[in-house]
Each structure stands twice: as structure tokens, then as C-alpha cells.
T-cell receptor, first 114, second 113 residues
Framework: GDSVTQMEGPVTLSEEAFLTINCTYT??????LFWYVQYPGEGLQLLLK?????DKGSNKGFEATYRKETTSFHLEKGSVQVSDSAVYFC?????????????FGQGTILTVHP | DADVTQTPRNRITKTGKRIMLECSQT?????MYWYRQDPGLGLRLIYY???????NKGEISDGYSVSRQAQAKFSLSLESAIPNQTALYFC????????????FGSGTRLTVV
């Protein structure tokens, strides 16, 4: 079945450091890939997405590139801020019999210190 | 007003009690979902509905039931709550098509004592 694996956390960084959160997936067909962010006490918000191989999603300084050859969708940001502290979820939405359902990774907690 | 509204935001209930979590959406989408979030486990799908007459079990439906009262309303019930159902519950809605993400509610934090 479909699955998403994220790097284990938590991740702790200083402000202005470079961020990478790894995400790999297994899916049938050609999934779309997403990153969601969950700020403390809130629901999940869509951060960025990519719908086909080699697409790059970007938003708020975050980027991720859909790599079909390595089945990966790693999240990166060049300079993190304290306000980026949150839980980040990688997810895929596949076609076929799973059509329409979103499958999530386990989430990565990011804490950014001043 | 939020696109997806969940009530209540927080609830403490006793083992064996019946409880209903409610969700309503103003996005006009046919597809609605209930997820459960536990620390370190991400979000797991409980039930999903592609329209009012189409309701399907997700990966962890045991102990839960749902009702799709209208396109905009999708309720989750725990018939007899147990402590390991203590979790954060999210409702979501989506457009048709794999290229679209979901819109989530703010969640219901349920504690079963």
C-alpha cells in the first residue's frame, strides 16, 4: 500500500540555520506530494505541493522537489526563523484504488531557537 | 468563519460513554474525512465520505461510526469510549482530483478517562 516515511525528529536549530527534513514515499501510480505544517494548537495547513516528477513546490521560503527516481520530496529552507517552529508532515495523494485519500508521514517536530 | 469547523474543541468524557464530534464545511466539497492524530504516528484515517451516500472505512475504523447528514456535515461517533481513543481528531474536506490538498479543521482534543 501507499506509505510515507519522514526523518525522525525532533529537529532543533538556531535561527538562520539551514533546514532539511527528509521524506520518502511508496505509492502505486503517480501520486501528488504535499507538505503540511501544524503550528501549536492549530490544525494542519498546506505548505506546498508538487503534482508531477521534477516539479518544485515553494512557499514562505520553503521548497521541495518531486524526485521520482529516488521517490523523495525533501523539505528545505535556507534560513529558518523562530516562527517556523511547528510540526511538519509529508503526505501523498495517490490515484488508483487509493484515489482521493491522503496518506501522511509521522510528522517531524521543528524547534528554532533565537 | 472558518472553512471547516469542528465542535467541540476540547472534550473530556468517561469510559463507556457515547460521544459525537461534529464537523461542518463551507467549501462546497463532496469529499470529507476524519483523521486521528497520535504523537509519533502522524494522522491515521478513520472514515471518509466521497458524497452523502458514499461512506467508507479507513485504516482504523473499529470503535467508531460516522454519519453524513448533508454535503456540509460529517459527524464522528464513539459508541462506547475507551481510554486508548484519547487523541486529537481532525476533520478535513477536499476537492476531487489528486492534485488538490485537503482543508483541515482546527481539531477536537478528546480525553477519555
Amino acid at each position: 500500500g501507499d506509505s510515507v516515511t519522514q526523518m525522525e525528529g525532533p529537529v532543533t536549530l538556531s535561527e538562520e540555520a539551514f533546514l532539511t527534513i527528509n521524506c520518502t514515499y511508496t505509492a502505486t501510480g503517480y501520486p501528488s506530494l504535499f507538505w503540511y505544517v501544524q503550528y501549536p494548537g492549530e490544525g494542519l495547513q498546506l505548505l506546498l505541493k508538487a503534482t508531477k516528477a521534477d516539479d518544485k513546490g515553494s512557499n514562505k521560503g520553503f521548497e521541495a522537489t518531486y524526485r521520482k527516481e529516488t521517490t523523495s520530496f525533501h523539505l528545505e529552507k535556507g534560513s529558518v526563523q523562530v516562527s517556523d517552529s511547528a510540526v511538519y508532515f509529508c503526505a501523498l495523494r495517490a490515484g488508483g484504488t487509493s484515489y482521493g485519500k491522503l496518506t501522511f508521514g509521522q510528522g517531524t517536530i521543528l524547534t528554532v531557537h533565537p | 468563519d472558518a472553512d471547516v469547523t469542528q465542535t467541540p474543541r476540547n472534550r473530556i468524557t468517561k469510559t463507556g460513554k457515547r460521544i459525537m464530534l461534529e464537523c461542518s464545511q463551507t467549501k462546497g466539497h463532496d469529499r470529507m474525512y476524519w483523521y486521528r492524530q497520535d504523537p509519533g504516528l502522524g494522522l491515521r484515517l478513520i472514515y471518509y465520505s466521497f458524497d452523502v451516500k458514499d461512506i467508507n472505512k479507513g485504516e482504523i475504523s473499529d470503535g467508531y461510526s460516522v454519519s453524513r447528514q448533508a454535503q456540509a456535515k460529517f459527524s464522528l461517533s464513539l459508541e462506547s469510549a475507551i481510554p486508548n481513543q484519547t487523541a486529537l481528531y481532525f476533520c478535513a474536506t477536499s476537492d476531487e482530483g489528486r492534485n488538490y490538498g485537503y482543508t483541515f479543521g482546527s481539531g477536537t482534543r478528546l480525553t477519555v478517562v
